[in-house]
């Protein structure tokens, strides 16, 4: 099973991308897919995640309002609006799975499948 991100790039403070992370391979069960991701000289910190059978989120502060996590079940793939884009949020963004219940949502150590990550720039 692989995650495949897509949708990165370079856009000015207050544009939009939408990010995408599709999964591929064997059907796994997933209870939560999250996004994550880490600026340069940085960790890695939590941003947004969803719960796969009821769509219940959950957002870093630093994000709410602002990104949207949503998920297409059919298509089996998750993605990650973000409007209002800050240089701030300049990073390489990851998307994760986690096969197994938890009642945490943000600590990376519950996410079990990590996909490569894609590139968003915010500059002017």
């Known amino acids: 099973v692989q995650l495949q991100a897509s949708g990165g790039g370079l856009v000015q403070p207050g544009g939009f991308l939408r990010l995408s992370c599709a999964s591929s391979?064997?059907?796994?069960?997933?209870?939560?897919m999250g996004w994550f991701r880490q600026a340069p000289g940085k960790e890695r910190e939590f941003v947004a995640a969803?719960?796969?059978?009821?769509?219940?989120?959950y957002y870093a502060d630093s994000v709410k309002g602002r990104f949207t996590i949503s998920r297409d079940n059919a298509k089996n793939t998750v993605y990650l609006q973000m409007n209002s884009l800050k240089p701030e949020d300049t990073a390489v963004y990851y998307c994760?799975?986690?096969?197994?219940?938890?009642?945490?949502?943000?600590?990376?150590?519950?996410?079990?499948?990590w996909g490569q990550g894609t590139q968003v720039t915010v500059s002017s």
């Open positions: 969803i719960t796969w059978s009821n769509g219940a989120t």
């Open positions: 994760a799975a986690a096969s197994y219940y938890s009642s945490s949502w943000s600590p990376s150590r519950i996410y079990d499948l």
């Open positions: 391979g064997r059907t796994f069960s997933v209870y939560r």
